[in-house]
């Protein structure tokens, strides 16, 4: 259990990008054990640590995300926000929105590409149920016009 976890943080390890050097775990140690098995029965088992881990390396290594926080596997097993909650939870599977930390950038450029999608679509519907207007036949309107005023 407990090595699955702290392999799980270390197949990133050799990770480097703008925002720093993943932060890997050397040795596993009773104190990092007894971490890791306490973050195991507070959120729910092996699988949900794991995916919670790939999620924050998600955040941390894309370069469209604003999240610059970089921590050791104990820090990111037993760090704890304002409100006294880990931040642990906002990584695991149902809690973690990725689009949620999008820089404001990468947001605007996301929702102007949605808006002429949208616009694109609105387009060729109202092209598929407007009946099709015969072509105008100028020569026509121009002889009539004549008539008119003659």
Known sequence: MEQQVFDTWNQFRSERNSKGVWKRCTV?????????RQALRAHGGTERV???????????????YKWTYGWTLCQFLTRKDKGKVPQLRRFLPENFVLEEN???SVKAQRAAIAKAEAAKNRYELSMKSAPAKPPRDWRKEREDKRAITN
């Open 28 to 36: 596993l140690d009773g104190f990092t054990k007894s971490t890791i």
């Open 50 to 64: 794991m995916a919670a881990i790939t999620n924050y390396h998600t955040w941390w290594a894309g370069k469209e």
């Open 102 to 104: 999008l820089k404001d």
